[in-house]
């Protein structure tokens, strides 16, 4: 008799572990005021000492920033949006992982898991929620539609941030695959950009039965020979074509210009307590991720019409200041130890879009070599780092054309 209650006790622990919980969010109002006090009582540096970014994120674009989010901008109205999606949180291997989850009207759907990267959140793929779930409402066939989940990463957002070492990309894929199960999913793909590219083809590699194939925005197909050139400042290697050499020449100028701030997350993230206390210190870590996606950013501050607003941007910025993720997120950087470029040797079907002003647009011929079961590759006419983001319809439509061999 002891026994037996103590087995059912256990499975009840079992069974609420496993729970899935709605999940609603809302920030009390004193912390969007102590948050605009702060902002509205920066102490800015001096002028940059050149006319160009060269120098990183430039004062105007800061300051434009700052004037706009300490007295204009509402997060009630993301909040709203947010609060009016299907949000859950569930324990996956001892930490709390919170996820958008929209099913489709359309019952054939296939079930698609989409993951963001830094400094993204889950706000980068609101955009796509309605044109994935509901294509017959975007021009698109009903059997187009996709189940869609959309978990955010540990450290990040609203799931937990791990107290101890070893939420490395790895743990992330086998814990996305839990969560597919658990929502009931026999068959799935998956999808992701920046880190949730890494992510998605980690999974790709753990290939688990009921994964048909994965997508991918930023793919990891560049030969070992070109990374290393590239990486070490070494000409590009002999006998390169149009398209190798452009993507060459973009590699170098990033590791050579734009890789200081994955640097010191990868190897000192707690020391980034300036970012966790000025919210415009904030701002201007997250802006100078790459090159493009800057310098499109510095455009809409200053009231340029963009793929994205200043709300859009944000958005996401105000999600990491009051979650205070900006060095739990940081510390992915420390735990991987993966080359975010180089092939991983996915064995099972992949799909690849390239967007031009990524921070390298894939050649053919390397992704052809990185994927042996290549099913979809296509480049588009505009995007950057944060395609989902920033050019929704060209996203979705291509991601639709990706999976598309698999509904036959």
Known sequence: MTQTSATSQGSKQAADKNSIRPFHFEVPEAELIELRRRINATRWPDHETVTDQSQGVQLATMEALARYWGTEYDWRKVEARL???PQFITEIDGLDIHFIHVRSQHEDALPLIVTHG???SVIEQIK???PLTNPTAHGASASDAFHLVIPSMPGYGFSGKPTTPGWDPDRIARAWVVLMNRLGYKKFVAQGGD???LITELMGVLAPPELLAIHTNMPGAVPNDINAAAFTGAPAPSGLEADEQH???RLAFFYKHGLGYALEMGNRPQTLYGIADSPVGLAAWILDHDEASEALMARVFAGQSEGLTRDDI?????LYWLTNTAISSARLYWENKLAFFAPKNV???VAVSIFPDEIYAAPRSWVERAYPK?????RLPKGCHFAAWEQPQFFSEDVRAGFRSLRK
């Open 83 to 85: 609060n009016a999606l």
């Open 118 to 120: 830094w400094p993204g």
């Open 128 to 130: 796509i929620i309605d």
């Open 195 to 197: 880190w949730g590219a």
């Open 247 to 249: 993507a060459f020449d």
């Open 314 to 318: 944000l958005d996401n910025i105000t």
């Open 347 to 349: 064995a099972i079907p």
């Open 374 to 378: 290549l099913i979809h590759y296509n």
